[in-house]
């Protein structure tokens, strides 16, 4: 990955619209391929390597709502983030595996927000939003409190097949994820966001190394194996 080259200002920083058909309970939960002229061949595909996924399977058994947990639980085990009283914040929380495990560890207070609906989650609150809206990142941290200990952002956007294109939009929600983490956290907190192997993220991680003590890249083993996903942990907000 390349850290020197900084990428285009999109002209519009917005998380794209929720994904047509299915709900945020359904990504990567489902049981069975239900057939519809509507549905296109590369989203009938995607829920075939759900299904066939072990990591999905496992998750389906052991009561997460994503393989997603297993990459934040794995990311949680080696650098210890969340602590017994913890508040969190999660941005682009569906279908909500990552705050099941907050909840699970520990943590306090747990806010998360996406535009897909979500269903509850005991111990937690669940926003459906646009994170970009004005006003809703002060929502997020008046409905968690206070100022977060961690923030995590798993967002994604639904890529258009246009590489340059597909490309501003990973750099601007790293970006906007980025910046709140900067602004909101508490001293000495921590800070998640996916981000992807190739991506031009070289002024995000100057923003953060001058933020954080530490920044280091992770592929957890719950990550798909040709997927070009990593995680950028940035550890004690100084």
Same mark, same amino acid.
């Given at each position: 990955?390349?850290?020197?080259?900084?990428?285009?200002?999109?002209?519009?920083?917005?998380?794209? /619209?929720?994904?047509?058909?299915?709900?945020?309970?359904?990504?990567?939960?489902?049981?069975?391929?239900? *057939?519809?002229?509507?549905?296109?061949?590369?989203?009938?595909?995607?829920?075939? /390597?759900?299904?066939?996924?072990?990591?999905?399977?496992?998750?389906?058994?052991?009561?997460?709502?994503?393989?997603?947990?297993?990459?934040?639980?794995?990311?949680?085990?080696?650098?210890?983030?969340?602590?017994?009283?913890?508040?969190?914040?999660?941005?682009?929380?569906?279908?909500?595996?990552?705050?099941?495990?907050?909840?699970?560890?520990?943590?306090?207070?747990?806010?998360?927000?996406?535009?897909?609906?979500?269903?509850?989650?005991?111990?937690?609150?669940?926003?459906?939003?646009?994170?970009?809206?004005?006003?809703?990142?002060?929502?997020?941290?008046?409905?968690?409190?206070?100022?977060?200990?961690?923030?995590?952002?798993?967002?994604?956007?639904?890529?258009?097949?246009?590489?340059? *294109?597909?490309?501003?939009?990973?750099?601007?929600?790293?970006?906007?994820?980025?910046?709140?983490?900067?602004?909101?956290?508490?001293?000495?907190?921590?800070?998640?966001?996916?981000?992807?192997?190739?991506?031009?993220?070289?002024?995000?991680?100057?923003?953060? /190394?001058?933020?954080?003590?530490?920044?280091?890249?992770?592929?957890?083993?719950?990550?798909?194996?040709?997927?070009?996903?990593?995680?950028?942990?940035?550890?004690?907000? /100084?």
């Amino acid at each position: 990955m390349s850290d020197d080259k900084d990428p285009a200002e999109p002209a519009r920083r917005k998380m794209v /619209r929720p994904p047509s058909g299915g709900t945020a309970a359904g990504r990567g939960m489902g049981t069975q391929i239900k *057939t519809a002229d509507k549905k296109s061949m590369s989203s009938i595909q995607w829920i075939k /390597r759900q299904l066939a996924d072990p990591w999905s399977e496992k998750a389906r058994a052991e009561g997460w709502r994503s393989r997603a947990a297993f990459k934040f639980s794995e990311i949680d085990d080696r650098f210890h983030l969340l602590k017994k009283g913890s508040r969190v914040i999660d941005l682009g929380a569906a279908p909500g595996g990552w705050v099941q495990v907050c909840v699970n560890r520990g943590a306090a207070a747990v806010v998360g927000v996406d535009l897909l609906p979500i269903e509850p989650i005991p111990g937690s609150i669940l926003v459906q939003a646009d994170f970009t809206d004005p006003g809703v990142d002060q929502q997020l941290l008046d409905l968690l409190g206070g100022a977060p200990d961690l923030v995590l952002s798993d967002m994604a956007h639904n890529t258009v097949g246009h590489r340059q *294109t597909d490309h501003l939009k990973i750099i601007a929600l790293i970006e906007i994820a980025s910046d709140f983490a900067i602004r909101t956290l508490k001293p000495g907190g921590h800070f998640v966001t996916k981000n992807f192997q190739g991506g031009d993220a070289g002024r995000v991680l100057a923003e953060l /190394r001058a933020a954080f003590e530490e920044v280091k890249y992770v592929k957890p083993a719950a990550s798909r194996k040709g997927s070009s996903e990593v995680y950028l942990v940035a550890l004690n907000k /100084r």
